[in-house]
């Protein structure tokens, strides 16, 4: 069976499923899933060098907002 955002096992009732992907150099591009929904990616055009941040309600489970922070420039 396939499970929300290709996790191996499906989250408990009341739990949200994420995954997250850190990338490799600049072959592999990092991405954000939060409930089968891709928040991050390279094809979103959202990710940069350095921190990759999605901030979701922990309640409702709602995109806020996402960013990135490139910590190799300062």
């Given at each position: 069976?396939?499970?929300?955002c ?58 806020l ?6 910590m190799?420039?300062?």
């Amino acid at each position: 069976p396939r499970h929300k955002c290709g996790n191996q096992k499906s989250c408990p009732q009341n739990y949200f499923a994420f995954k997250i992907i850190s990338g490799a150099a600049n072959v592999v591009g990092p991405s954000i899933c939060f409930e089968d929904l891709v928040l991050m990616s390279n094809v979103k055009n959202n990710i940069g060098r350095g921190l990759n941040i999605a901030l979701v309600n922990g309640s409702t489970g709602q995109l806020l907002k996402t960013d990135t922070f490139d910590m190799y420039s300062g």
